[in-house]
């Protein structure tokens, strides 16, 4: 088992920046790939950015390339994305996931999910 707990989002203007991190408790977390996903009011749940174990892959949704940058830290357990340029569209909760089969872009790819936080960008 793997627990997940985000932090970071708040309120933010539109050109603002956010940090999100996840911090995994449980198995070593190294031995799973890591996503983050989001989900606005009355929407389903879409990919943003996922990260393999080695670190030697990223993908990120073209909604969010060149302003977005997911990365981890296997030491700390911690995985994070890096929100710069932020636009009224990136308003959602912020959902920190992490899967040992394949580093996909489905939400079934995943096994843990955190609670999310919740990212609001103000226009």
């Known amino acids: 088992q793997v627990q997940l707990v985000e932090s970071g989002g708040g309120l933010v203007q539109a050109g603002g920046s956010l940090r999100l991190s996840c911090a995994a408790s449980?198995?070593?977390?190294?031995?799973?790939?890591s996503a983050w996903f989001r989900q606005a009011p009355g929407k389903e749940r879409e990919f943003v950015a996922a990260i393999s174990r080695s670190i030697s892959v990223t993908y990120y949704t073209d909604s969010v390339k060149g302003r977005f940058t997911i990365s981890r830290d296997n030491a700390k357990n911690t995985v994070y994305l890096q929100m710069n340029s932020l636009k009224p569209e990136d308003t959602a909760v912020y959902y920190c996931?992490?899967?040992?089969?394949?580093?996909?872009?489905?939400?079934?790819?995943?096994?843990?999910w955190g609670q999310g936080t919740q990212v609001t960008v103000s226009s």
């Open positions: 996931a992490a899967g040992g089969r394949i580093v996909g872009l489905g939400v079934d790819d995943y096994d843990y």
């Open positions: 449980g198995r070593t977390y190294s031995f799973y790939h």
